[in-house]
């Protein structure tokens, strides 16, 4: 007897075989399958007294200077959306030598039904990825936390340590038609 798979199923394993693929290729070094960033434009660093009218990716983590090595610390992406996001990939680079990765988990503004992929290993990136499956509820617009990723602090931290890879080709952040959403970035560094 032959059964049937659900259309939603199969479409639902495809899209999570691509993510996967798309993870696996921003892990290492070398040359990647991404396409060239269309507008360099759509990423921005505010300036300081901007006033925040669009979407918004907000990183944070303790002064490492102050922590003890072994020490473990919370890395958080946090978003302040104006619209609801659909999809978003990003990276974050950290410094081997410093500090590693020791677990990841994904915040409260996340959906249940979203797909989530997070990579831990220890060459130096942690690629990331959400994306609603078709039919499925995006992140609404509001603000809350996307990823926190764990680290144990292993040295002594020269410049920085841990962060988010401000790379058009990697960092984006899409609405449901799959047009990518401008946004700011801002760094907070938690007492």
Do not use: H, K, W
């Amino acid at each position: 007897m032959r059964r049937r798979v659900p259309l939603l199923l199969v479409l639902a394993c495809l899209l999570i075989a691509g993510i996967a693929a798309g993870l696996l290729s921003c892990g290492g070094g070398g040359s990647s399958n991404l396409p060239a960033p269309v507008d360099e434009s759509l990423i921005t660093t505010p300036a300081a007294d901007a006033t925040i009218e669009r979407n918004r990716l907000v990183t944070s983590m303790p002064a490492l200077g102050r922590l003890a090595s072994g020490t473990e610390f919370d890395y958080v992406i946090s978003a302040e959306l104006t619209e609801e996001l659909y999809q978003c990939s990003l990276r974050v680079e950290y410094d081997p030598a410093v500090v590693e990765p020791v677990d990841s988990t994904f915040g409260d503004a996340v959906p249940a039904g979203m797909v989530r992929m997070a990579r831990l290993s220890s060459d130096g990136l942690v690629p990331c990825a959400l994306t609603a499956l078709p039919g499925g509820t995006g992140i609404a617009a509001g603000t809350g936390e996307l990823i926190r990723i764990r680290f144990r602090l292993r040295g002594t931290p020269d410049g920085r340590a841990v962060r988010l890879v401000n790379d058009a080709g990697f960092l984006q952040l899409r609405d449901r038609s799959g047009q990518r959403l401008s946004f700011d970035l801002a760094t907070e560094e938690v007492r």
